[in-house]
């Protein structure tokens, strides 16, 4: 599939990009170039091949999950100007 002077002026009026007419032959090298590396990506046999969900098949280091910081809830509801089961009680928003 190659892209004419036309098809690449409508894509760039869809994609709101200003190009001049030189630039619309060197843009349309260019995505023909694009297409072509597709349709020749696409010739490839890939049956039998799992899928990746990334290229390079890293793990992620993760720390551990473990508390860091005393429970200070009590020293924090403390100070608060209403506190119920816990909770912060606040006045009602919506009716």
Do not use: C
Request: hydrophobic residues 45%; glycine residues 2%; without cysteine.
């Amino acid at each position: 599939m190659s892209l004419s002077l036309d098809d690449v002026s409508r894509i760039a009026r869809l994609a709101r990009i200003e190009i001049s007419p030189a630039e619309t032959e060197h843009t349309r090298d260019q995505l023909n170039h694009i297409l072509a590396f597709v349709e020749q990506l696409q010739a490839v046999d890939t049956t039998g091949i799992e899928p990746m969900a990334h290229a390079v098949d890293v793990v992620q280091r993760l720390r551990p999950d473990a508390v860091t910081e005393a429970d200070r809830r009590d020293a924090f509801q403390a100070i608060a100007p209403e506190t119920e089961a816990g909770l912060y009680l606040v006045p009602r928003v919506v009716e």
